[in-house]
């Protein structure tokens, strides 16, 4: 079987086949997936039957693992939480705004690996937005005053006690979310990242985990995040991905944003997810 990666056609991701991901990777391998990562930002594995102990083997060539704060592991496992809606359940949507995983970290993680478990038959799709593509898209006068702003991150919207997730929507949700004190934390990042790795520029994370500017009153900023958010988000940056059984997909989470969605009402939706810690 030879490596193939195929581009998906829309403004990011690739298709790559001819691995077997039930066995391990050689060096080469593991350093032509990483440059189609970074070309690419989502990477789409088809076909690969694979369990959690394959999960966690592909995640560690990417990098360490990263930290979870809010989500309780699977049953055995310290660095797999499962990504779960059954079929009944009724509760709001888990992560269905655009975000970058955990960017409220102070060392947010690079990436993140999800296999599909159990897959609907239809709906359930993830979407990308590609933030290299949302920052060249936007006018040069938009680029001007985001240039060297930092934001402020935290949890305390989605995972406090008080949050979208805390405790009042736990008993509903067969997701084991952990809200906590934690999300109070705030850490500062450049709201225009230059990519560690490529030196592109994009803009990193949205609102939501942000929740403000430095030096910037509420009134200013969160207007200004909203008008970014529009740019971050438009249709022609955004690839919809379409899960299939035995299908595992890593992306980078410096590069683009990604959210749920819903659509497949009456059935079960399982994926094992698995965080890409910073270098
Ligand atoms: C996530 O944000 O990790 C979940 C994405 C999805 O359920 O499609």
Redesign the pocket.
Known sequence: MALSIQPTGHVCGARVTGLDLTTSLDDTTVAALRDAWLEHHVLVFPGQPIDDDDLERFARYFGPFGHDPFFGPIPGREHIAA?R?DADETSPL??ENF?S?WSFQERPPQG?V?RSVVTPPSG????FADQHAAYAAMPSVLRERIDGLRAIHSAKLPYSKEGTYGEADRSARSMDIRPSDEALAEFVHPLVLEHPETGRRGVFSTLGYIIGIEGMAPEEAIPLLKEVYDWQTREEVIYR?V?EPDMLVLWDNRSVL????GGYEGHD?L?H?TTIGAA
């Open positions: 990504i809606r888990f992560a975000h995983d993140t999800l359930g799709d993830t979407l991905h899960w990604h959210a749920a969605t939706r994926l997810r």
